[in-house]
């Protein structure tokens, strides 16, 4: 996992009017659509990379505003940049799914995830919504806006018919796609990812524009990849669960960089997701004997480090 933004990504199959920004985590990806009459972004990183993402989008952009921001899910590493470029392009208008629009709009951390996860988001403000089945206007061209439950309830996929592009936030990746967030509090959603790859399939799209990784042309085969990841997962929703764990817990060690094994055992044992998937999946375990268990797993698989008391990010 690479920690910081890298340049623009340059793809034969992208548009002229279409730059992917590919972040390393904890971000996501930003897809800039230039058009004649408007600049739109999908998707905005984490808040810890704001000055990053500024200085990717200004540079990019030249003397010319950001008009427009839309959302594919509102997860911190989608939407943790909306408060930065709000304040630095102040006529910004912002669009996010419409499952969780009133949650912004009164600012409910508990249904918005944050702090269930731990992870951090400033406020920002909305204009409308992405409402499934309609389209809409980014750069030059009009793009459809489809449901993507799985990942996250209330997500959307972008589809460009002309260019058989797709933006797909963390419903599909070249190698898999994002946790199933949904199971991890006991809401059965593993149908609706099936769902939402058969969409993805039934679009038939040439390119995919993934939330998190390269852009990539091979789709069938990302399908396939993520089609028997998913089977592995509705056959062990317990590895799941010990995989999405272990996925937070890194996310955080990438944001703390370095951390005493006592203060880092207080945060976990503060995290909603993880007293919760503990709860369904290991009660029968004490809760700080079974978070080490995890995270002794990444530290033997390089992914975070053991220095005496000091737990540090592993790249």
Same mark, same amino acid.
């Given at each position: 996992?690479?920690?910081?933004p890298?340049?623009?990504?340059?793809?034969?199959?992208?548009?002229?009017d279409?730059q992917?920004?590919e972040?390393?985590?904890?971000?996501?990806?930003?897809?800039?659509l230039?058009?004649s009459?408007? /600049?739109? *972004?999908?998707? &905005? $990183?984490y808040c810890t990379?704001?000055?990053?993402?500024?200085?990717?989008v200004g540079?990019?952009? %030249?003397?010319r505003?950001l008009?427009l921001?839309?959302?594919?899910?509102l997860?911190?590493?989608?939407?943790?940049?909306?408060?930065?470029?709000q304040?630095?392009?102040?006529?910004?208008?912002t669009?996010?799914?419409?499952g969780?629009?009133?949650a912004v709009?009164v600012?409910?951390?508990?249904?918005?995830?944050?702090?269930?996860?731990g992870?951090?988001?400033?406020?920002f403000?909305?204009?409308?919504t992405?409402e499934?089945?309609?389209?809409?206007?980014l750069?030059?061209a009009?793009?459809?806006?489809h449901?993507a439950p799985?990942?996250?309830?209330?997500a959307?996929?972008?589809?460009r018919?002309? /260019?058989? *592009?797709?933006? &797909? $936030?963390?419903?599909?990746?070249?190698?898999?796609?994002?946790?199933?967030f949904?199971e991890?509090w %006991?809401?059965?959603?593993?149908?609706e990812?099936?769902?939402?790859?058969?969409?993805?399939?039934?679009?038939?799209?040439?390119?995919v524009?993934p939330?998190?990784?390269?852009?990539?042309?091979q789709?069938?085969?990302a399908l396939?990849t993520?089609r028997?990841?998913?089977?592995?997962?509705?056959?062990?929703?317990?590895?799941?669960?010990r995989?999405?764990?272990k996925?937070?817990?890194?996310?955080?060690l990438l944001?703390?960089?370095?951390?005493c094994?006592e203060?880092?055992?207080?945060?976990l044992?503060?995290?909603?997701?993880?007293?919760?998937v503990?709860?369904?999946?290991?009660?029968?375990?004490?809760?700080?004997?079974?978070?080490?268990?995890?995270?002794n797993?990444l530290?033997r698989s390089?992914a975070?480090?053991?220095?005496?008391?000091l737990?540090f990010?592993?790249p």
């Open positions: 996992m690479r920690p910081g890298e340049p623009v990504s340059i793809h034969a199959r992208l548009p002229a279409v992917v920004l972040r390393g985590w904890l971000s996501s990806n930003n897809v800039l230039i058009g009459e408007q /600049a739109a *972004l999908v998707d &905005s $990183g990379h704001s000055a990053q993402t500024l200085a990717l540079q990019a952009l %030249g003397h505003s008009d921001l839309v959302n594919t899910h997860h911190s590493d989608h939407c943790g940049g909306n408060a930065a470029l304040a630095r392009y102040p006529s910004l208008r669009l996010v799914p419409p969780e629009a009133e709009r600012w409910d951390e508990d249904k918005l995830s944050y702090r269930a996860t992870q951090e988001c400033p406020r403000r909305i204009n409308g992405l499934p089945g309609t389209t809409v206007s750069g030059d009009s793009w459809e806006v449901a799985g990942h996250d309830p209330h959307v996929l972008l589809y018919p002309d /260019a058989g *592009l797709l933006i &797909s $936030g963390d419903a599909l990746w070249e190698k898999g796609f994002g946790i199933v949904p991890m %006991g809401e059965p959603s593993f149908d990812v099936a769902a939402t790859l058969d969409l993805i399939e039934s679009l038939k799209p040439d390119c524009i939330g998190h990784g390269a852009v990539f042309e789709v069938d085969a396939a993520a028997e990841r998913l089977d592995a997962f509705v056959r062990s929703p317990q590895k799941h669960a995989h999405a764990i996925v937070l817990i890194k996310f955080k944001e703390m960089k370095k951390v094994a203060d880092f055992q207080t945060w044992s503060g995290a909603a997701y993880l007293r919760e503990h709860q369904r999946f290991a009660a029968d375990r004490d809760l700080q004997e079974w978070s080490g268990e995890l995270l797993e530290v390089g975070a480090r053991r220095e005496g008391d737990l990010d592993a």
